[in-house]
């Protein structure tokens, strides 16, 4: 993909629903007895992966129109083992987040994926599973996929997990196992992550109560009571993850402003906006109605001048997908930013540290990639170059924004991985350089 640099950028945004909604309501819908009606679903291939994880284990999902589906669960306890290995594609949150709502069944089910998901830690998943007598077994090297899970109809109640990592998906597979346990089901988390499986499961009819043991930022306990979700209708709310990308470039570009409406709002999921404000950015935030306990709003962001900052411990669970465009910010504002507390990212659909480092640098950026984050000093005058998205599409998606802010031509090979959760990408932000 050739972009070339951004004159200006202007306009509103209407981003697909979002995607960690999608998985989570497909996966609960699947849970339910009986038909389950979800509206403006993602668009996204991962969101794709989850419905066909559904449909090889004997769960209809009928597509009604654009981003309409119906989901025929059939009820906690009654899926059945697929004919052959489950394909999870790119999709980490179908393949972990998966593996806990097979684990409540009395089936055998094998996940595979890609080559990025292939090399992707799942032991985790494995030793979160295992306290409720689930079988979860990595077939490949060190912990790598395929999962082998073995499910049984009622799994150990009584336990309390503790993630191995601040993870919203091992959180969610944990709580998704757990509607079939024998008695409570307790996840503790380090800090706080995206809760979109404790709202839905909630609005669902469920008792899942969150405790907090150190303020709203600090560590805290999910219990579950296991129960079977009742059938639900929901209108996903637009992903402020896939927004972030124009919000991002919005607040970096000298003549920009972007309004992107009906994006969720998820306290778990607002890190961006956050550092925006702190790096000096106007971030206009109008709530709207929520939707099954989601808040969701518009958001406008302007140009602004941008100062350094520093992200780091429980604001990383908050932006974790957002610290590419993190990294892009930075190389445009004043003085060092530094990102740290986020090795996570090195295991993410590619080594994101690594990746933007290479990015950036390659257009002229001061970028020193770190163990846990980066390094980088601005402001920069970007310069268009050739860069590889690696196959990731949050990758090709934070390059994206870097050449908008380019002084001449950049070259993103492979940017068509951003189908993985946002296909609509570059129409859209071909219409906000063009507004
Ligand atoms: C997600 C959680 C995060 C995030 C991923 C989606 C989710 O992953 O990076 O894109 O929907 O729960 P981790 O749970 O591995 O942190």
Redesign the pocket.
Known sequence: MRCEPAERVRGRVQVPGDK?IS?RALLVGGLAPGRTFLANLGDAADVAATVALLRAVGVEVVVRGPGEVSVFGRGRGRWSSPAGVIDCANS??TMRMGAGALAGHPLQAVLDGDQSLRRRPMARVAAALEPLGAAVACQGEDGRPPLRVTGLSRLRGGVEVSPEVP????K?AVLLAGLAADGPVTVREAAP??DHTERLLRSVGLDCATVLDGGPDGPRRIRLVPGEPEPFGLRIPGDLSSAAAFLALAAAHPRARVRCEAVGLNPGRVGLLEVLRSMGAAVEVEAAAAASGEPAGTVTVGSAGLRAVTVGGSLV?RA??ELPLVAVLATQAEGTTVVRDAT?LRV?ETDRIAAMTEGLRAMGATVEGTEDGWVITGPTRLRGALVGSLGDHRIAMALAVAACLADGPTTIEGADCVAVSFPGFFQTLGALVQG
Do not use: C, F
């Open positions: 960690s998985h980490g949150s993870s919203a998906q091992l969610t992550t995206r669970p974790i997908d996570e993410k």
